[in-house]
């Protein structure tokens, strides 16, 4: 399996930005963060396939968030800008050595959106 060490969680007001870090420690097919907010179901936020860069966003975050990636440093980042107080979770990064399912995960991140 692959460990996920995540990063970059923090307290930020409304409109502003953070970008957080997932470092993997071996390759993955694919690569994703998702959330969970209290008293919520974890959602997907996006993902990447590492071999192309493809990705796949949720509606709630398109044209306000990016997934990328650093292969020389086996990282993903996701960068927040316009962060709305509703962006307030936990943040975890996740991945899978295949096509299916994600099966590791990291320790998550808290992002916190003051109004």
């Known amino acids: 399996q692959v460990q996920l060490v995540e990063s970059g969680g923090g307290l930020v007001q409304a409109g502003g930005s953070l970008r957080l870090s997932c470092a993997a420690s071996g390759r993955t097919f694919k690569v994703g963060w998702f959330r969970q907010a209290p008293g919520k179901e974890r959602e997907f936020v996006c993902g990447?396939?590492?071999?192309?860069?493809?990705?796949l966003y949720a509606d709630s975050v398109k044209g306000r968030f990016t997934i990328s990636k650093d292969n020389a440093k086996n990282t993903v980042y996701l960068q927040m800008n316009s962060l709305k107080p509703e962006d307030t979770a936990v943040y975890y990064c996740?991945?899978?050595?295949?096509?299916?399912?994600?099966?590791?995960w990291g320790q998550g991140t808290q992002v916190t959106v003051s109004s």
């Open positions: 990447m396939r590492w071999s192309d860069g493809g990705t």
């Open positions: 996740a991945a899978t050595k295949t096509s299916g399912p994600y099966d590791c």
